[in-house]
Every structure is written in C-alpha cells, then in structure tokens.
C-alpha cells in the first residue's frame, strides 16, 4: 500500500526557519497537502495543491515539491505553531485512495 | 457560520454495527464531496472514505473496505458511515471533513467537525 514518510520530530527556536518534509513515490504526479494539529483539536489544512495557502493562514506557512519529496517551511516559527503536522496526498493507482504521513511534532522552544 | 457535527459514536462490540452521521450548515453542501478520516488515541490521522457531491465516486482504505459504507442525503445535508462488522482497531475519533472540490480527486480537507468517539470492545 501507499506510504507517506515523515520526521517523527523537529525542533526550532522562536524565530528560525522549521522544515517538514514528507517523502512519497507518487509525489511527482500528485498534490501535497499539510495539515496542522494543535493539542485536543481538529486539524487545520494549512498548504493544499503543493505551495498554496488558505486564507487565513500567516504567510510564514509556505510549501514546496520536488521529485519525491514535499515541504512544509514555517519562517520565523513561533511558538503557537507548535503543533502535529501532517502531509496528505492520494495513490496513483487509479483506485482512489488517500493516505495521510505519520505525523511531525514541530517543538519550538 | 460553516459547521461540521458528528454524532452517533459510543461503545460496541467487536462484530457489531454502528452508523454515524454529520449535519452540515453554512454552505451549499451538494457542491462539495464529503470524507471521514480517523485517528485513534495517541496516533496519527488515517483517511477512511470519501463521497463526490452526486454520490458517483467513492473511495475507501484498504483498512475498511468491505465492511464500512459511506453515503450522503444532500436534501439533509448529512453524510453517513455505516460501519458494519467492527473490530478493536476501529477505535477512534472519526471526523467528518468537507472537501474543497466537487469530486474525490485531489483531497483538499478545508473544514472539519469536532469528531465522535468509536470505541470497539467487549
């Protein structure tokens, strides 16, 4: 079945740049979503089509995809994105399936 | 106010059934597919089913297909999950969650309920 590999962690201080990446074989062909999970609540979708942003979300959230492998960058992370993160995209199979990553814990003390 | 409330969860047996409902407000609900996605306590988040706006399309996880069946009544504004011969690793929080586009393509989750609780166990 399809996997979507990503960092169990990252840890960041205030203010530095924290990269997420996410590694997957259909990548090349299909989207990248993110999603950010605070503590007790409903994920939020932060990035979706790669590298674009919901309204609403800060503009230090960005995304990239290259090859096999996605990103999410926080620039000049803060201390309320500390969070899980997500990645989420879809096989390319042709039978529709979605499979989320592991999940990053982004600590940033 | 765009809202997502799921309800129908609570404690079942293994081998039993349990069907769970989300009520939709705020947009245009037969515009949007519809997904449920789970995540058992302490882990991470696993897509179950989606369902394109007109109910042609529909996806499952290899996890639960055969056994779960999602639906939608777009005159109610409610998607369904009927999920049928259950096991102990079908606990979890299941969230309802809209998706951006009509169809079950390219997955966009930009709204999400608050979930309902599954817990199988005898």
């Known amino acids: 079945s399809y996997e979507l590999t990503q960092p169990p962690s990252v840890s960041v201080s205030p203010g530095q740049t924290a990269r997420i990446t996410c590694s997957g074989d259909?990548?090349?062909?299909?989207?990248a979503y993110w999603y950010q999970q605070k503590s007790g609540q409903a994920p939020v979708l932060v990035i979706y089509?790669?590298?674009k942003r919901p309204s609403g979300i800060p503009e230090r959230f960005s995304g990239s995809s290259s090859g096999t492998m996605a990103t999410l960058t926080i620039s000049g992370a803060q201390v309320e994105d500390e969070a899980d993160y997500y990645c989420y995209s879809t096989d390319s199979s042709g039978n529709h399936r979605g499979v989320f990553g592991g999940g990053t814990k982004l600590t940033v003390l | 106010e765009v809202q997502l409330v799921e309800s129908g969860g609570g404690l079942v047996q293994p081998g039993r059934s349990l069907r769970l409902s989300c009520a939709a407000s705020?947009?245009?609900?037969?515009?949007?597919?519809m997904h449920w996605v789970r995540q058992a306590p302490g882990k991470g988040l696993e897509w179950v089913s989606g369902?394109?706006?007109?109910?042609?399309?529909?996806g499952y996880a290899d996890s639960v297909k055969g056994r779960f069946t999602i639906s939608r009544d777009n005159a109610k504004n409610s998607l369904y999950l009927q999920m049928n011969s259950l096991r102990a690793e079908d606990t979890a929080l299941y969230y309802c969650a809209k998706d951006m586009r009509a169809t079950v393509t390219d997955d966009a989750f930009d709204i999400w309920g608050q979930g309902t609780m599954v817990t199988v166990s005898s």
């Open positions: 259909a990548l090349p062909k299909k989207y």
């Open positions: 089509e790669d590298s």
């Open positions: 369902i394109s706006w007109n109910s042609g399309s529909i």
């Open positions: 705020g947009f245009t609900f037969d515009d949007y597919a």
